[in-house]
């Protein structure tokens, strides 16, 4: 699916809905992972992609519902950022300048809820290659079942941090920091833009 594809299909999409963590959420899966990590890349999720230089995704995220949340210390997930190519291609793909893009929360906030987790993974959770994927909760909401969508987190034959979406797949790029821990939440950089709809979904309506 290109991104014109998934634009199209997210006002029909939209029913899904974004999860809010409870207020003192703590995420357990893999805490033990992000104390190990005494090196704190920035203060929070927020301050992470702007120190990345990754202003389009800040331009998203301040677009969206989730700025107030990516801005404070002590929210608790894991975030997939798009690197700037990655999120620039997929605007190109959508054939909508980013201007009218910023203006369309809900398919920002569609596809901003399916980059983040509800608990934080650090790349020890992810399993060594050769060994079957870990099936981890977005923060978005499937538009029948309500039941979180979920993404395949697994090594490839070299070794490389992988995650599968619906539609695509993406790799965690951000060499000698794969672990980005800002403030008590983990982000990891990727090179595609996760795709939560599927292009087959239309033709089985």
């Known amino acids: 699916m290109d991104g014109a594809t998934f634009w199209a299909a997210a006002p029909q999409s939209a029913t899904a809905t974004v999860l809010r963590l409870p207020a003192g959420a703590v995420a357990q899966d893999d805490s033990v992972g992000v104390a190990a990590i005494s090196d704190r890349y920035a203060q929070s999720i927020y301050g992470c992609v702007v120190k990345l230089g990754y202003k389009?995704?800040?331009?998203?995220?301040?677009a969206s519902s989730y700025a107030k949340m990516f801005k404070?210390?002590?929210?608790?997930?894991?975030?997939?950022?798009?690197?700037?190519?990655?999120?620039?291609?997929?605007?190109?793909?959508?054939?909508v300048p980013l201007a009218v893009l910023l203006k369309q929360k809900t398919q920002l906030d569609l596809l901003v809820s399916y980059h983040v987790l509800t608990r934080r993974h650090t790349?020890?959770?992810w399993p060594p290659r050769g060994q079957k994927a870990k099936l981890v909760n977005t923060m978005l909401k499937g538009p029948i079942t309500k039941a979180p969508l979920?993404?395949?987190?697994?090594?490839?034959?070299?070794g490389d941090f992988q995650v599968e979406?619906?539609?695509?797949?993406?790799?965690l790029n951000c060499p000698g920091k794969i672990n980005l821990v800002c403030g008590q939440s983990v982000v990891h950089s990727i090179d595609e833009v996760l795709m939560p709809v599927a292009e087959e979904e239309d033709d089985r309506k």
């Open 72 to 95: 404070d210390p002590k929210t608790q997930v894991t975030v997939f950022a798009p690197d700037n190519s990655a999120l620039l291609e997929f605007i190109e793909d959508t054939g």
């Open 56 to 62: 389009t995704l800040a331009a998203v995220i301040d």
């Open 123 to 125: 790349t020890q959770f």
């Open 165 to 171: 979406a619906v539609d695509n797949e993406a790799e």
């Open 150 to 158: 979920q993404l395949k987190l697994y090594s490839d034959a070299d």
